[in-house]
C-alpha cells in the first residue's frame, strides 16, 4: 500500500511538474516583450530572465522539447509500473487470459496516460499560460533559465546531432525566409487577438503597399502645383507664398514645363527683412531634383534623404512636368494624413452621408477608395477616382452623368472647367444579367 501511494505521489508530481513547465513556456512565448525590456531597463532581474528566454526562441523550443520528452517518458514509465500489475489482475478476475489482460492494462494505462498529460498538462497549463503571460514569465522565468542553462550541454549535442542527420536534406541555410504574406497572415492575427491596434495593423500594411507605390500615384499633379513665372516681382511672389503656405515653390519661364528651379520662402524673407526688394527671382533659385513619375515612392524617399532635400519636380515620358512630390507627401503613405496650420482648410477626400453613399473627392486614390468600399475598380489605366471616370466615358463628364461599376453607382456632383471635383458613390445591387445573355 505505502508503494502504491508513493507511486501515485510520484505520478503526480511529474504530472505537475510538467504543467508547471508547460505553463511557464506558453508564458515566455506569449508575453509582451516591450513591457519586459521596460522593466529591464529599469533594473527588474526577473524581468531580464525573462527577456532573455523570450527573445531566444531556438533555446526556449529546444529546452521544451527536451524537458517535454524527458517527463512524457517518466510519466509514462511510473503509471505502466505503479497501474499496470492492479488493473492486469482485475482484468484476469473477469475470466481474461494472463496473456490478453497484460495487454489489455498496458494500453489502458497508456490512453489514460496520455489523455491526463494532454488535459492536465499541455492544455489547461497553456491556457493558464497565455492569459496571464506577464505575471507567470516574471515568476517562473528565473526556474526555467536555470533549468535551461543545465540542459545546455544535452541541448548542445541534440542540435548538432540532428543538424548532421537533417543536412543532406535541407543543406546548410541559416535562416528561414518569411514571405510577406506570412507576416501579414501575423499581422491580421494579432489584430484580431487584440495584440495589435487597428493604427498598426493599417501602418504595416502601409509599409509593404508603400514598396509598390509610384511616385504618379503620391504627387500633387501639376494643375494643383502652386508655382512662379520667373519674371514676378518679388513683393507678388512674397504674397503667393504667404497664401499658399508653402516653404518652397517651383519656379518656371515661359510655360510650367520648364521647371528653372526652386524658390525658398526663408531666402525672401532674408531679402525682405534687409530691403532688397528689387532683385530677380532668377538669382534666388536653388536647384530643383527632377524624377520620373514611374520611380517607386519607396526609392525616391530613399534619394531625398540622401539629399538632404524635402521636394522633387515629377516629369512625364516626355519630359514635360506632371507634378511635385514632396517628403511629407511620401511619410503620409505610411501614417496617414498629416495636418498642420496651413491644412485646417483642405477638404477630406470623402464624407459618409449614410451606409451606402458618400461624397468623394474626384481626386482620391483609386486602392484608397477599393479599401474604404471594399471594392476592386481597376487601377490598370487610371491611379484616381476622376481618372477612372474619364477612361470610363471617354469623354469630359458632365454634371449629373453617372456610371455604374463593380456594384457602384458613380454620379458627377461639381467640376472646375473641365476637371472633376466631386463625385457621390453610391453602393448598388448587382446588375440584373440581360435575359438575351442567359440564352
Given amino acids: 500500500m505505502n508503494e502504491s501511494l508513493t507511486g501515485l505521489l510520484v505520478l503526480g508530481g511529474f504530472l505537475l511538474l510538467n504543467a508547471i513547465l508547460k505553463m511557464a513556456y506558453a508564458a515566455l512565448i506569449n508575453t509582451h516583450k516591450a513591457r519586459l525590456k521596460e522593466m529591464a531597463e529599469e533594473g527588474h532581474t526577473r524581468a531580464s530572465n525573462a527577456l532573455s528566454l523570450a527573445t531566444n526562441a531556438t533555446r526556449l523550443l529546444a529546452s521544451q522539447q527536451l524537458t517535454d520528452l524527458v517527463l512524457r517518458f517518466a510519466i509514462a514509465v511510473v503509471a505502466a509500473v505503479i497501474l499496470t500489475p492492479p488493473l492486469r489482475d482485475w482484468l484476469i478476475d473477469q475470466d481474461i487470459s494472463a496473456r490478453l489482460a497484460s495487454w489489455l492494462a498496458y494500453g489502458g494505462v497508456l490512453l489514460m496516460t496520455a489523455v491526463l498529460t494532454l488535459i492536465l498538462g499541455e492544455m489547461v497549463p497553456s491556457n493558464i499560460g497565455v492569459g496571464h503571460a506577464d505575471t507567470i514569465a516574471l515568476w517562473l522565468a528565473g526556474p526555467i533559465n536555470a533549468l535551461s542553462h543545465l540542459l545546455a550541454p544535452a541541448l548542445q549535442a541534440a542540435q548538432w546531432i540532428s543538424g548532421q542527420i537533417a543536412a543532406p536534406f535541407v543543406g546548410r541555410s541559416n535562416g528561414t525566409t518569411v514571405t510577406e504574406e506570412e507576416i501579414m497572415l501575423l499581422v491580421d492575427a494579432g489584430s484580431e487577438g487584440g495584440a495589435i491596434e487597428d493604427e498598426e495593423k493599417e501602418m504595416i500594411y502601409s509599409i509593404f503597399q508603400f514598396g509598390d507605390t509610384l511616385v504618379r500615384e503620391v504627387m500633387v499633379p501639376r494643375i494643383d502645383m502652386v508655382s512662379l513665372d520667373i519674371n514676378t516681382p518679388l513683393s507678388e511672389a512674397v504674397d503667393i507664398i504667404v497664401k499658399a503656405g508653402h516653404s518652397r515653390i517651383p519656379v518656371y519661364e515661359e510655360s510650367i514645363d520648364h521647371i ?49 532635400i524635402h521636394l522633387a519636380i515629377v516629369i512625364d515620358e516626355y519630359g514635360g512636368t506632371a507634378g511635385l512630390v514632396t517628403i511629407e507627401d511620401l511619410i503620409e503613405e505610411i501614417v496617414g494624413e498629416i495636418r498642420d496650420e ?69 454620379e458627377v456632383l461639381s467640376l472646375n472647367d473641365r476637371r472633376l471635383r466631386k463625385i457621390r458613390v453610391t453602393r448598388i445591387a448587382p446588375a440584373a444579367e440581360p435575359e438575351d445573355s442567359r440564352e
Fill in 260 to 308: 528653372r528651379g526652386l524658390l525658398y520662402a526663408k531666402d525672401l524673407l532674408a531679402l525682405w527683412h534687409t530691403g532688397d526688394t528689387n532683385r530677380p527671382l532668377r538669382e534666388l533659385l536653388r536647384p530643383a531634383h527632377f524624377v520620373p513619375e514611374s520611380k517607386k515612392a519607396g526609392d525616391l524617399l530613399t534619394d531625398l534623404q540622401q539629399r538632404k
Fill in 342 to 410: 496651413y491644412d485646417i482648410n483642405e477638404e477630406e477626400d470623402y464624407q459618409q452621408v449614410n451606409e451606402n453613399e458618400y461624397i468623394v473627392d474626384a481626386g482620391l486614390d483609386l486602392d484608397d477608395l477599393n479599401r474604404l468600399l471594399d471594392t476592386e475598380l481597376s487601377t490598370e489605366e487610371s491611379d484616381t477616382l476622376g481618372g477612372y471616370i474619364f477612361s470610363r466615358l471617354g469623354n469630359v463628364p458632365t454634371v449629373g452623368e453617372q456610371i455604374e461599376a463593380e456594384g457602384l453607382r458613380l
